[in-house]
């Protein structure tokens, strides 16, 4: 099966100052996203793992590869996501992104080890939906969680499905938390 894409988007947003203060670096986050339609058929399908496999590599081809190029520079954080239109159910998202063939070409692109944390929803056209992101080779390094806001303002349409990665050359902007743990360790 081939997946029916109506469009890709792209997007790549740069902060330079937080709290009033320039940032050493630049953030950066990238997102590309597909918006098809839902390849499951409408109502109940007990079976939603065959077609995922089926088409999970295609569309993680289609969306990783294409984020890690778009960030242009090493992908410290990433995450995934899954915002399905109405005649449509939630369980058809997180069965295409939730397989090792959808996640693994944007892993080995951008060199991760870490599952890819993901958002999840259905939704109206042009619904925002917040993805996390965590640190690609540790997701207890607090200073990468964080959380993009994805909306495509045509999308999803009843019975399309949009499916994204997301990437940022670091972790939040002036992240000061301690590291992970440290506030139970004995004094």
Request: proline share 8%; aromatic share 4%; net charge negative.
């Amino acid at each position: 099966m081939t997946l029916a894409v109506r469009k890709i988007v792209r997007h790549v947003e740069e902060t330079r100052m937080e709290a009033g203060r320039a940032l050493p670096r630049v953030h950066r986050v990238a997102i590309v996203a597909a918006v098809f339609d839902n390849p499951y058929p409408p109502g109940y399908v007990e079976d939603l793992v065959t077609l995922a496999n089926e088409v999970g590599e295609e569309l993680g081809t289609l969306v990783g590869p294409p984020c890690v190029d778009l960030l242009g520079e090493e992908v410290e954080a990433y995450g995934k996501a899954a915002l399905v239109g109405i005649e449509g159910e939630l369980e058809h998202g997180s069965a295409l992104i939730h397989n090792l063939r959808f996640g693994d070409p944007f892993r080995r692109a951008c060199g991760g080890t870490e599952l890819l944390p993901a958002g999840e929803k259905t939704g109206l056209t042009g619904a925002p939906l917040d993805v996390p992101l965590k640190h690609k080779l540790n997701a207890k390094t607090r200073s990468h969680h964080q959380t993009v806001t994805l909306v495509v303002p045509d999308a999803p349409r009843p019975r399309e499905i949009v499916v994204a990665c997301l990437a940022a050359n670091a972790g939040r902007p002036l992240a000061r938390l301690a590291p992970f743990g440290s506030e139970t360790a004995a004094a």
